[in-house]
């Protein structure tokens, strides 16, 4: 499988760094600033070889990267691989006042045409007999 099929679209990248997710990935969209087309490339291929020190050059973790210190780079956006966008999930959230809330609980499964689908489902807790039970 082609690896820009097990990353982040460019576009998704640019739309979640845009909604302030952390900037952390094992790949990336790196820019050419002459044709500005981005093409992928493995974190160690941009540190051993183009980026020589990605903190020299402004690189924080926490938004999309300029390298304006090297001739010909543009911008970067991570291109999350499927387990860094799982890792960045919540397992729970909780909706409503403290009195009212409620809570999901992430749940992650194939369907009957073995896709992948992701989604939250209300959780409660029913005690019984003095014991919790999620249902």
Not at 31 to 59: C, I, P, R, W
Not at 60 to 77: P, V
């Amino acid at each position: 499988m082609k690896l820009e099929k097990q990353v982040c679209s460019l576009e998704l990248a640019k739309k979640l760094k845009e909604a302030g997710v952390k900037q952390r990935g094992c790949f990336t969209w790196v820019q050419d600033s002459d044709t500005e087309k981005y093409k992928l490339e493995s974190f160690s291929t941009q540190f051993h070889g183009a980026v020589h020190n990605y903190y020299a050059m402004g690189y924080d973790g926490s938004d999309g990267i300029t390298r304006k210190a090297q001739k010909g780079a543009g911008k970067m956006f991570p291109a999350f691989t499927v387990a860094e966008l799982g890792e960045l999930l919540p397992a729970f959230i909780g909706i409503g006042e403290k009195k009212n809330k409620k809570k999901f609980k992430l749940y992650i499964a194939k369907n009957e045409n073995d896709e992948w689908f992701i989604e939250y489902q209300e959780w409660s807790l029913k005690v019984i007999d003095n014991y919790e039970y999620a249902y």
